[in-house]
């Protein structure tokens, strides 16, 4: 999967050139990438995008649907709690940078929150220095 979001970015990093899903998928076959690896890198893409613009929207003619939790905005002074599925994903490393770049306010707890959802779509598992 890796390997095709690599490749989707180095082609087509500006984001108004890269062309709709079906025919990025039949680009990503001509090239040689397997269907299972393109369809994850697809659905990893479209969950990225849905957080992007985030997720609210209207059912019916007027009821708002409320954002997913982890859209809402964290308030500045709270404190995020990674509960277990989380450390276990992503590992005592990854965790420790996403909180070094927030601290230096590289990276604003919103925005943490998408890296976090979308750190864990990703497959696989921390690997540990031996």
Known sequence: MFEVL???YENYYAGDSCPE???LERKLNAVGF?????????SWLSGLNTAARGS???VGT???????P???EPCPTSARVYPAA???HLGATCLGFISFLESAGVLPAAMREVVIDRAM???GAPSFPR
């Not at 007027?62 to 997913?68: N, R, T």
């Open 6 to 8: 690599v490749f989707v």
């Open 21 to 23: 899903p079906a025919h």
């Open 34 to 42: 397997e269907s299972d690896e393109i369809d994850d890198a697809l």
């Open 56 to 58: 609210t929207g209207f």
């Open 62 to 68: 007027s009821q708002l649907v409320s954002p997913e």
């Open 70 to 72: 982890w859209l809402r």
């Open 86 to 88: 989380e450390q276990n």
């Open 121 to 123: 779509a990703a497959p």
